[in-house]
């Protein structure tokens, strides 16, 4: 941790133990010069952040001041009980929510994606047009599945830091995380099989369950524990389940981490029942404490997990490098590339490859976090600010997305064609489940830079909001 961000906690630890409270004016920069002991640079900084985080306010001529604490917003409730569906049939919808954010004129909030120049990385572009000068074909040879052997090596080192042994034999590179999700998901399933899911769920699993012609059984997820246990406990008792797909870390759409103790438990069930576990942990890398949550796959001792995850949401989008760490399921997924795409890009393999080896990637995510969580400050504030008082709000210690609810009958979808009327999208509830239970909740993306115009686009999203509410009486 630098030293203005160990000043910066230091001062937030002082505001949220009443030392100093909403409405007080801080010491000046050159007293918290002289009484830290540090240079005036690093104090502006310091303050800096703090600012951006909501913390405090600057006013001109005047100085630093304490702001206003953001409102606690109620927890949004999550689904209900169970839901059973044996044709799942909702790409369509997606893709059209999908392709209003591609337009630069659209304010992007309904986006899957982070802000793009977030993941402008130059050491990394430099790279991969060094390794297209100096590309031969055998270099392509050594890219085929299960893909670049530094690369492999280099991402089991990333696991070996945070104390999870994988194998570089195990993992297998591929064109970003959605192939290596549907793979996983493939190499365990046949069709007609049952899948679990979450409660919203994300809609890449959805979308992957239809097009594999697989049943889906969706369980209540929380908005603070995950996936219901319980319930989980009483389906596989009755339901042939081989595969169980779901977020772990900051979920999408939902915004949870379960809790250590629930990995713990989930995967005592899944083993008791011979059950694949499929770990999207795309968000994994974009936590905002000084230490992540550990993801499931930390806790398999019998190899039957699949941990899928990418640069593409970290570090170059365009670059379509993701991977599985696929246990003793590394073959079959290998097998399934070979006869399908064949490989990820070989240069981008040997580019990513050589920017883990040469540094600067732990540097880069330790802006991109930060960058992230004041930009997620700065949309609450505006929530708390502009919407109506009932709105019920999910958010996470990482990630760049909102959960927001309203009470039925609230419509979501009614919102989301107001909204995109006016310039603006959303990720509407029913993009996230084959049900009709989420209609009353919605997406926001919360990456893009806080400007003039998205401040203008929030006021408006309130706006609509407010009307909304009105019309349901």
């Known amino acids: 941790m630098t030293r203005y961000e160990q000043l910066a906690g230091a001062i937030r630890q002082q505001i949220e133990d009443d030392i100093w409270q909403v409405g007080d004016k801080l010491p000046s920069l050159r007293e918290s010069v002289k009484s830290s002991g540090l240079s005036l640079m690093t104090v502006l900084q310091a303050y800096q952040l703090l600012e951006s985080q909501g913390w405090i306010v600057a006013r001109p001529q005047s100085g630093y001041y304490v702001a206003t604490r953001l409102t606690q917003f109620a927890a949004a409730k999550g689904g209900k009980g169970l839901?059973?569906?044996e044709n799942v049939e909702i790409s369509a919808s997606i893709f059209d929510v999908l392709q209003a954010c591609k337009d630069p004129k659209i304010v992007p909030f309904g986006s899957a994606f982070p802000d793009p120049s977030l993941l402008n990385e130059p050491k990394l572009s430099k790279i991969l047009a060094s390794v297209a000068r100096r590309f031969v074909p055998h270099s392509s040879l050594e890219s085929l599945p299960p893909g670049n052997e530094k690369l492999r090596r280099n991402i089991s080192r990333r696991y070996a830091a945070h104390g999870i042994h994988v194998s570089p034999?195990?993992?297998?590179?591929?064109?970003?995380?959605?192939?290596?999700?549907?793979?996983?998901?493939?190499?365990?399933?046949?069709?007609?099989?049952?899948?679990?899911?979450?409660?919203?769920?994300?809609?890449?699993?959805?979308?992957?369950?239809?097009?594999l012609r697989l049943k889906?059984?969706?369980?209540?997820?929380?908005?603070?524990?995950?996936?219901?246990?319980?319930?989980?406990?009483e389906i596989v008792q009755k339901y042939p389940i081989k595969a169980c797909w779901l977020m772990s870390r900051f979920q999408n759409p939902l915004c949870n981490t379960m809790p250590s103790e629930n990995k713990q438990?989930?995967?005592?069930?899944?083993?008791?029942?011979?059950?694949?576990?499929?770990?999207d942990d795309v968000y994994g890398e974009l936590y905002f404490d000084q230490e992540p949550p550990m993801p499931i796959k930390a806790w398999d001792k019998e190899n039957n997990f699949m941990h899928c995850s990418s640069f593409s949401k970290c570090l170059?989008?365009?670059?379509?490098?993701?991977?599985?760490?696929?246990?003793?399921?590394?073959?079959?997924?290998?097998?399934?590339?070979?006869?399908?795409?064949?490989?990820?890009?070989?240069?981008?393999?040997?580019?990513?490859?050589?920017?883990?080896?040469?540094?600067?990637?732990?540097?880069?995510?330790?802006?991109?976090?930060?960058?992230?969580?004041?930009?997620?400050?700065?949309?609450?504030?505006?929530?708390?600010e502009y919407f109506p008082d009932s709105v019920k709000v999910n958010s996470a210690r990482g990630g760049y997305f909102l959960w927001l609810e309203f009470e039925p009958p609230f419509n979501a979808n009614r919102l989301y064609q107001l909204a995109l009327a006016k310039g603006i999208s959303i990720a509407p509830g029913s993009m996230f489940s084959t049900s009709s239970q989420f209609d009353h909740a919605f997406r926001l993306n919360?990456?893009?830079?806080?400007n003039d115009v998205q401040a203008s686009a929030m006021k408006t999203l309130a706006g609509l909001c407010h009307t909304l509410l009105r019309e349901c009486g």
């Open 169 to 211: 034999e195990e993992i297998v590179i591929t064109a970003g995380a959605m192939e290596s999700l549907s793979f996983s998901l493939q190499s365990v399933t046949s069709p007609g099989d049952w899948v679990v899911i979450e409660s919203p769920a994300f809609y890449g699993a959805l979308q992957a369950i239809e097009r």
């Open 83 to 85: 839901h059973l569906s």
């Open 316 to 384: 170059a989008p365009g670059y379509r490098v993701g991977w599985v760490a696929a246990g003793k399921h590394a073959g079959k997924i290998q097998q399934l590339q070979m006869m399908s795409t064949v490989s990820a890009s070989a240069p981008t393999q040997l580019a990513v490859a050589e920017y883990l080896a040469h540094g600067g990637y732990d540097n880069h995510l330790r802006r991109l976090r930060r960058q992230l969580e004041q930009r997620q400050s700065q949309i609450l504030r505006a929530i708390s």
């Open 216 to 233: 889906a059984i969706a369980i209540k997820t929380d908005p603070r524990t995950g996936i219901d246990l319980d319930a989980l406990e």
């Open 446 to 450: 919360t990456s893009f830079a806080w």
């Open 265 to 279: 438990r989930l995967v005592a069930i899944l083993n008791s029942s011979h059950i694949a576990l499929i770990e």
